[in-house]
């Protein structure tokens, strides 16, 4: 048998029922000759969320289960405006919080399913860096915008959803109080996302983009896409989701709509879950008062972002 494969998912009460999906998604494609060994923070769960998720523990995946509490010191930290709950916060203590000789971790926020095995990301080399990350295509089009706001000279903004962390790195350079001490100086946009990016700066690896597809680079322009990640153009966009060892839901969430991007795949994997026999109910994206606004704002900055770049590359 490999060496063991760990991963690390936080949860709380609310959000049980997408953890389960996501952990079902992660040993329903895994290898059978790997094992894995999956962490759940978990604040305030109920015994009986716990129950469901030891459901999916099988002989070769344990299933491990760190209560924790006190998230009410995160609430100063939260913005309406962006869904991280306080205990999506906890992801800065996961050096303290996971057991102390576990030197690698593979986290994955809640919205995600996996595809594959997770064996290519996880065997990643890491050893001289905090992280090996995936590019957030939020920066692409203004790459100044997360530079100045963050006040940093490093390039690329990664995305805080998949991240390969090297605990061992990061316990030694006392990692976890500097992402505390930056929030509690600091009011940025993202959240985590940007408190990771501030703090990290380029002591990371950046990986490849099926390690992480976000579903927000959906409504951009594939020729774009394709650019920034240097990956090859198919015939279709379809066919990067084969390719993806994990899709993340970074926007609508499929637990909440089901007809757009992949919501279909997310539901594959609720009805392989516990959660089975329970009742689903999702709304139509096109009944959203909101969606064909935001997706309308979104192209017309995504259009004069492009003419500004161009405007900029020819002079």
Known sequence: MSAIISICFICDENYVMPTVVAITSVIANKNYTERYDIYVVANGLSDESIAVLRELETEHDR???????????YNRFVMKQFPVTTTDLFKFELPDLLPADLEKVLYLDRDIIVQKDLAPIFNENIENVYAGVVKDYYAV???DSFQKRLNVKHKDYFNAGVLLLNLKKMREDHVPALLLQY?????????????FNAVLKE???YLSFFYNFMYHCWIYDTKDLADYYGIQMGKSRYAWIRDAL????????????????AADLWLHYYLLSPFKNRLLVRESLNEDPDAEKIIAALRRD???Q???LLLKREN
């Open 246 to 261: 994990i899709i993340h839901f970074t926007w609508r969430k499929p637990w909440q709509y089901f007809d757009f991007f």
């Open 141 to 143: 089009f203004d790459p």
């Open 203 to 205: 002591n990371v690896k």
């Open 302 to 304: 995504i259009k004069k």
């Open 306 to 308: 492009r003419e500004a």
């Open 63 to 73: 299933i491990f289960i760190i209560q924790t509490t006190n998230s009410e010191k």
């Open 183 to 195: 929030r509690k100086s600091h009011n940025d946009k993202f959240m985590d996302q940007d408190t």
